[in-house]
């Protein structure tokens, strides 16, 4: 195993640990008392029943009280009772702390999640990400719950028959020893092999949950494109990576256990044996407890104990594999949670003001409308000054790979109140502009300014907070329609969602719905028409009210009935309020103030509607139906 692997595995596992102890410190010493209650209770029943043995042979020579029997049975009914209730309890503990610890791990896994740059989610399948907070929290969840009490317990009854089998014999403890090397042996050869396994499964269950998500995501379009049997084949391939690696896996896994199973019982005989042999010839037995006749109790007391030897010992080996597992998973879990989160050294924010008929700002607690910019200077100065919406880039280059630009030398402005149409080919960098507009990626190079403040000393969660957008890809939650509405803004009223729905144009089809604002929606709103999605989507950038906007291709998946619906709504919206507009029908940007043509990343022609046709260049071309959009 690579030494970077090892040292992830370690690391992992110091970290669960942590996990345990932070909370759960006094539950863990109660579990190991417990368990060293169980684990000496299961190993006295060996010697227990050597003793009565030995015991009934005394009765039968020399005529001992059968009361002695009685006794001896009551006590070792005493020690058993003790050790059920004691392996009751700290499995019951283990559920508790294992369910804690889990609870714990998916809280800061969500909640880094909500701190993770746009690129993560770019870079990773929804469906491996998803596998991380299902298959990976289940084998760690088997780790905690079972394996480590398991190997805990195990351990523990090892040492503890290894010293009650010297204090019986010596020379059947060297047996024991020698079967114990060979079964050593044989777990660092088969359990090697099954670890790398193990691992190579999980990684493959992350891949085929992955490629699961993105087939039910796009089912329509696999059945409009006949595309199902090369789905099936893509499937199919990842399939059969997933079993041959399962496979491996459980085939070293399960034939360990017939094996070392199989040794136990050749070691039994050989103990039974060997046994037989020092009683039948008198031999002088060495024990820690000094020289004498072994009996047949202490053979009978001594196999009982090579039978609970050797179970150990193979269900650690066992336990090893779903440990090994669980910290595969675990490395999942924690390169999750050690992503680097996304940066932000912004320092001005945005805040509510109150104007004064003079047009003086105060800053105030309560929503008002009207937002400023809380500019603290180095000088320790803090100055605020109404925000405009106006936006502008300068000599602006970008790539989501440093070695391949996609942005070259974009200058732009968007004056407060404007309307700024991208028109250009898929690819073309439209998409791209807006989301630095967002910050959901930086810049290589140039500046963008908004209100005359560098965009990257805003903080990212007001800058966004003063961006409303509608996206081609309308996301609706499970709940009822208000509360989709009402996610734009979580303090609004009833009467704002439904003013919100006004302005959008949505009321009308709302009111028809079965329970109105009330209607339940779920599977992204599946029982709503793509057009119906997309009014509540503007509803919910309504209602956030957000002084720019942006529109990025928000009607290019509705009728042309809706469409007129929606363009009013937006009208509305786009009142008074900076707002970057995304199309492909051109239609709905020539009343734009300024319209951007796009190529290859290149602003190559800008202008009014009427100042491009002029131009006849290619937005001229476009417009006329002699060139189309890709």
């Known amino acids: 195993m690579p030494k970077e692997k090892s040292n992830k595995k370690s690391n992992s596992a110091k970290r669960i640990l942590h996990y345990i102890f932070k909370s759960h410190k006094i539950q863990i010493a109660l579990v190991f008392i417990l368990i060293i209650i169980a684990s000496v ?3 006295s029943s060996a010697l227990f029943t050597g003793e009565i043995i030995d015991y009934i042979g005394k009765i039968m020579k020399e005529g001992a009280e059968f009361s002695g029997i009685i006794t001896r049975i009551t006590i070792m009914a005493i020690v058993f009772g003790a050790g059920i209730i004691a392996s009751f309890l700290y499995n019951l503990i283990m559920v508790y702390i294992s369910q804690g610890v889990l609870k714990d791990i998916r809280d800061e896994m969500f909640a880094k999640m909500q701190k993770l740059p746009v690129k993560y989610f770019d ?4 469906g491996d990400i998803m596998s991380r907070y299902t298959n990976d929290t289940d084998s760690l969840e088997q780790m905690l719950c079972q394996s480590i009490p398991q190997i805990i317990s195990s351990v523990l009854t090892i040492l503890f028959v290894f010293a009650f089998m010297l204090s019986i014999s010596i020379y059947l403890t060297l047996v024991i020893i020698f079967f114990l090397i060979f079964m050593m042996l044989i777990t660092k050869t088969i359990g090697g092999k099954s670890r790398k396994y193990f691992i190579a499964q999980q990684v493959s269950v992350g891949k085929t949950t992955g490629y699961i998500e993105e087939m039910i995501n796009g089912q329509k379009v696999i059945k409009v494109f006949n595309h199902e049997q090369q789905n099936k084949d893509g499937f199919d391939k990842l399939n059969e990576e997933l079993c041959f690696n399962a496979t491996k896996a459980n085939k070293y896994a399960n034939i360990f256990m017939p094996i070392m199973q199989n040794l136990g019982h050749l070691q039994y005989v050989v103990i039974a044996i060997i046994g037989g042999l020092l009683a039948i010839f008198g031999v002088n037995n060495i024990s820690l ?3 004498s006749v072994i009996t047949l109790g202490n053979i009978v007391s001594f196999m009982g104990l090579s039978r609970q030897f050797t179970m150990p010992i193979s269900q650690v080996s066992q336990q090893v594999n779903s440990i090994i597992l669980a910290l595969a998973g675990a490395e999942r879990i ?3 949670m050690d992503t680097p989160a996304e940066t932000d ?17 105060t800053e105030v607690e309560h929503r008002t409308n009207i937002w400023a910019w809380k500019h603290p200077h180095h000088d320790g100065t803090t100055t605020i000054h109404e925000l405009k919406g106006d936006v502008r880039f300068f000599d602006v280059d970008f790539g989501y790979d440093k070695e391949k630009i996609v ?3 974009v200058s732009l402005y968007a004056k407060p109140g404007h309307k700024i149409a991208f028109v250009g080919a898929t690819g073309a960098g439209k998409t791209t502009i807006t989301n630095l507009i967002n910050r959901f990626y930086d810049i290589a190079d140039g500046k963008i300014r908004y209100d005359g403040i560098n965009i990257n000393k805003i903080k990212k969660d007001d800058l966004r907070k003063s961006i409303g957008i509608v996206l081609q890809d309308t996301n609706l939650f499970t709940g ?10 979580l303090a609004a009223t009833d009467e704002q969602v439904f003013e919100a729905a006004k302005l959008a144009n949505a009321d009308d089809f709302i009111q028809r719905l079965p329970q109105g604002y009330d209607t339940m929606l779920e599977s992204d709103g599946a029982n709503l028409s793509q057009g119906q999605r997309q009014l509540l989507s503007i509803a919910r950038a309504a209602i956030a009210n957000a002084p720019v906007m942006i529109l990025d291709e928000a009607t290019s998946s509705i ?3 809706t469409e007129k619906l929606v363009q009013d709504g937006m009208d509305a919206l786009m009142h008074g309020r900076t707002v970057f507009v995304i199309a492909h029908r051109l239609s709905t940007v020539q009343n734009s103030n300024v319209i951007m043509v796009l190529d290859h990343g290149r602003i190559i022609e800008k202008g009014s509607h009427d100042d491009l046709i002029k131009l006849k260049g290619k937005y001229y071309q476009l417009y006329t139906g002699k060139l189309e959009l890709d």
């Open 559 to 561: 009728d042309t009935h």
């Open 345 to 361: 050294e912004g320092y001005v924010t945005l805040i509510n003001v109150e104007k004064d008929e003079e047009g003086n700002l």
């Open 334 to 336: 924690f390169e999750m």
């Open 480 to 489: 009822t329609v208000k509360e989709n509405i009402r996610y734009g803004n």
């Open 407 to 409: 942005l070259h030398d």
């Open 289 to 291: 407890t000094g020289l």
């Open 41 to 43: 209770s299961s190993v």
């Open 123 to 126: 870079t990773h399948t929804h």
